[in-house]
Nanobody, 119 residues
Framework: QVQLVESGGGLVQPGGSLRLSCTPSGSSTAIYDMGWYRQAPGKQRELVATITRGGSTNYADSVKGRFTISRDSDKNMVYLQMNSLKPEDTALYYC?????????????WGQGTQVTVSS
């Protein structure tokens, strides 16, 4: 069984920075696209950033220039560096990964890590 383990959330003041990390536990044959999504109270889950196996990235307009997604394929890690945080970035952040196992390939989700931006 594969689980995505997230870390790095917390409380930060506006203008501050946080770095989120995520790695899958369990065995896998290959990991394709990885990404981060977020869901604020009363809102739908939305894409924050994704990164392909080859390193191509995609960002939501609201985070461009402030957030950076990266991955370490050797360690099966994906990171989200968040700078210049705003109160509207407050949300539960979810890691997502497209993972190939021996008999199946599917999307996996983490349980979420809370990011709160407040003074």
């Amino acid at each position: 069984q594969v689980q995505l383990v997230e870390s790095g959330g917390g409380l930060v003041q506006p203008g501050g920075s946080l770095r989120l990390s995520c790695t899958p536990s369990g065995s896998s044959t290959a990991i394709y696209d990885m990404g981060w999504y977020r869901q604020a109270p009363g809102k739908q889950r939305e894409l924050v950033a994704t990164i392909t196996r080859g390193g191509s990235t995609n960002y939501a307009d609201s985070v461009k220039g402030r957030f950076t997604i990266s991955r370490d394929s050797d360690k099966n890690m994906v990171y989200l560096q968040m700078n210049s945080l705003k109160p509207e970035d407050t949300a539960l952040y979810y890691c997502n990964a497209d993972i190939q196992r021996i008999l199946s390939r599917k999307q996996y989700w983490g349980q979420g890590t809370q990011v709160t931006v407040s003074s």
